[in-house]
């Protein structure tokens, strides 16, 4: 099995085991906080200035937002050159819910339990989302030990103390529910026999709270949210994107116009209150990288919401999962789970080192990665990637053997597939594109904090995590704050007039583009990544 | 020199670079996919892909984004499969046999060929969790089944007309539900913070100026 490895990578393989023993002697030491920051600043990608742009119109102008990102603001809409009659309404309900994952999900089944008239429109299929692969688990403060007021200075620590405290407050303190919740719909959470959660650290975390449900934690909770939207019966409109939101004369959201992925046709959704759940922007490929996200991961939602007004906070800020795969190829930015060090593998550079503490935070760790490669200290793979090993032989050594079976099956299979024995033979490793850290600027109750009956939940939402989001607090933050805004929503539908529907700030928008002299060729939202080659 | 290889995507035939999966070779080909994608790391079953390779007569298969390509495949994605999914209100059933036998019934047609088990793209023993269900054996089906992600191979091939990953998905839910212990601190904890005993220290960390903060951050205890 071991001849996948080039022979230089074994080479370092040997070191690695040389110095394993007295590595598991000793903890790695955790950095200062002065150390992290000079750290971030060398090594962390969002310090890239060349990766950035500014933002020439709307509510953020100004400020600066990745390249790829602000190419997307800076483009036209599709609607520009294609007209669409909003009058003729296809679908008319209470709450509209853009975006099928966890959020959206979650949502949809708050709203519909609320009484409120629902319809969930997504892109691909219910449940292709970034939930469906979070692996390692979901964060809650629910033991003896630990509580929501420590949860919210990880949490806010962790963010560098830029989260919102409103929004930290809810996640926090609706954290336990939402375990409950999700325990009484049916997820599998790994318990002890006498039902005590199994919980572990993940970066960053001061007490042991990470739930999961062995290294498929967001499936689990994915597959049973959507098997609960489909048993209510929920219309879910599917390989249907919302390309703009619809305004009304009194300046409040009013649907959106809707189009069929499959056969280019336009529909149009009236709706009293709209909830982007759009989720994050992986496939943007910020700064060339390599993502774990999954194939609709575009940012739609943002440019959604900017375009009617709406701002946008952290735009400028990205989570590169310090831990993705680099070999073989096949599986490259593949998500290897926080949890494979949670469980005990040390992060270790081309000489057997463990250079680092395996559970800072995300942007340390990943920064940390970075640094050891660009100074040499890295593995060269045969595909002219680079990395560092994650030693993940020692979790067998600490935890028993069979440990990496029963709580890391994803990635054991994902390494069997390609005959790498994680058990026996450390895996290689560099950052991947994984979250958007900001998002659209949401108040404490998940309304935008300009546009009337419009909501953001889940990734798509900003100011949650500040600069910078823990392990297990994304899962998190998808069902709480999925869940508030369908109940937000649902009381909120009630009361809401609806005026003339119009599409006018689309057309502000780009008379704004145009003054600003901006110009691409491209239209927004991007929907999908432009993976297609052609050959001419 | 890219080591290349010939495989036909819906019979029609493409060289593309022997390193590449089903569906980054689908991409190299020239199509930008919309069906059979979804999030193309092996957690969410969009890909379910059916193959043979020439000269072989034995059907294969696989997730597109997980497997590498090979000299001769024949390919062809499956968009969709209509899976048989049955509703139920979770806080109304029980986790008893009844159960499967009312939402489920053809799983006791099961004729124990095995090719739901051979086509599984996890490599789960299939056959085996529907025979866990059919004698009512919640907890041992859900963990038989929990690493599927409905990809729904094991249907497409299933003589009975079962749809596997519902099974388990039923199953899994009940255990998750019913069958597991139930967790005391969990609830302690929820009734704790709905009793408002958390509120005053909460509103007190929410204005803490940003140094103290960092202070309390820096200098806090982490469990062993």
């Not at chain 1, 680099?326 to 789970?337: C, D, K, W």
């Not at chain 1, 680092?356 to 990665?369: M, Q």
Request: include cysteine; charged fraction near 25%; aromatic fraction near 6%.
């Amino acid at each position: 099995m071991s001849a996948i490895y080039s022979e230089s990578m074994m080479e370092s393989v040997k070191k690695v085991e040389a110095t394993r023993a007295a590595r598991m002697a000793t903890e790695p030491r955790r950095l200062t906080a002065e150390e992290k920051d000079a750290l971030l600043k060398e090594f962390h990608p969002d310090y890239n200035e060349a990766s950035f742009a500014e933002i020439k119109v709307g509510p953020n102008k100004g400020q600066k937002a990745p390249l790829e990102l602000a190419n997307m603001l800076h483009s036209t809409s599709r609607l520009m050159t294609d007209k669409v009659d909003i009058t003729k309404v296809d679908y008319d309900v209470d709450v509209l819910v853009i975006g099928g994952g966890g959020a959206g999900s979650s949502c949809a089944i708050e709203a519909h339990n609320a009484g409120a008239n629902v319809m969930i429109v997504t892109k691909l299929r219910i449940g292709d989302a970034n939930t469906m692969m979070a692996e390692g688990g979901i964060q809650a403060a629910d033991k003896p030990n630990d509580s929501p007021v420590q949860h919210y200075l990880d949490c806010f620590g962790g963010g560098h103390f830029a989260a919102k405290p409103e929004l930290v407050k809810r996640l926090v303190m609706e954290a336990p529910d939402a375990i409950k919740w999700l325990n009484e719909l049916g997820v599998e959470f790994d318990k002890d026999a006498d039902g005590t959660m199994v919980t572990t650290h993940g970066g960053g975390t001061s007490r042991k709270r990470m739930h999961a449900a062995k290294d498929y934690s967001g499936a689990e909770i994915m597959r049973t949210v959507r098997d609960e939207v489909i048993n209510l019966g929920i219309p879910v409109v599917e390989f249907t994107s919302a390309v703009e939101l619809i305004m009304d004369d009194k300046g409040q959201a009013a649907g959106a116009v809707l189009l069929n992925m499959e056969t280019g046709d336009y529909s149009v959704a009236r709706a009293k209150t709209v909830v982007i759940a759009t989720g994050g922007a992986g496939r943007m490929h910020y700064n060339g990288f390599p993502t774990s996200n999954h194939y609709g991961a575009t940012a739609d939602g943002l440019v959604l919401a900017y375009r009617a007004g709406a701002p946008l906070l952290y735009q400028d800020s990205i989570q590169y999962h310090p831990t993705g795969a680099v070999y073989p190829s096949q599986i490259l930015g593949a998500l290897v789970t926080e949890k494979v060090r949670s469980v005990g593998a040390q992060l270790v550079n081309v000489n057997g080192e463990a250079y680092i503490h395996p559970l800072e935070t995300r942007d340390v760790n990943a920064s940390g990665v970075i640094r050891e490669c660009r100074e040499g200290r890295g593995v060269e793979a045969p595909n002219g990637e680079k990395g560092v090993w994650l030693d993940t032989p020692m979790i067998e050594i600490l935890g028993g053997e069979g440990t990496i079976e029963k709580r890391i099956p994803a990635m054991f299979r994902m390494y069997m597939n390609y005959g790498i024995d994680m058990r026996k033979l450390p895996i290689m490793i560099y950052p991947t594109l994984h979250y958007q850290n900001g998002g659209v600027e949401i108040d404490g109750d998940g309304f935008t904090t300009t546009i009337p009956n419009l909501l953001v939940a889940g990734e798509a939402a900003g100011g949650i995590h500040g600069r910078n989001r823990l392990m297990g607090n994304s899962l998190l933050d998808v069902i709480v704050f999925g869940r508030n805004a369908g109940k937000k929503a649902a009381a909120k539908y009630k009361s809401v007039e609806l005026g003339e529907m119009n599409l006018n700030h689309v057309s502000a928008y780009d008379a704004e583009l145009e003054a600003a002299g901006v110009k691409t060729n491209d239209v927004s939202p991007l929907l999908l990544p432009k993976y297609a080659r052609h050959e001419r | 020199m890219e080591n290349m290889v010939n495989v036909y995507f819906y019979g029609k035939k493409y060289s593309v670079p022997a390193s590449l999966t089903i569906m980054t070779a689908m991409e190299y080909a020239g199509y930008t996919l919309k069906r059979g994608c979804g999030c193309r790391h092996g957690f969410c079953g969009a890909c379910a892909t059916i193959y043979r390779i020439k000269g072989q007569n034995e059907l294969k298969t696989c997730l597109a984004c997980q497997k590498q390509v090979e000299e001769g495949m024949y390919v062809a994605s499956i968009p969709f499969f209509p899976t048989d999914k049955r509703t139920y209100d979770i806080n109304e059933i029980k986790p008893t046999q009844q159960i499967m036998m009312e939402l489920y019934p053809e799983i006791y047609s099961c004729i124990g060929c095995n090719a739901c088990t051979k086509a599984c793209t996890q490599s789960l023993n299939v056959m085996q969790y529907v025979a866990y269900a059919q004698r009512g054996e919640f907890e041992k089906c859900a963990e038989e089944s929990f690493d599927c992600v409905s990809c729904g191979c094991c249907s497409v091939r299933c003589p009975a007309g079962i749809s596997h990953p519902m099974v388990g998905l039923l199953a899994r839910r009940l255990t998750g539900k019913y069958i597991a212990p139930e967790t005391e601190h969990l609830k302690n904890r929820v009734d704790e913070i709905n009793s408002g005993a958390f509120d005053e220290l909460i509103q007190q960390i929410m204005q803490k100026p940003i140094a103290e903060m960092k202070e309390l951050y820096n200098t806090r205890e982490i469990e062993k």
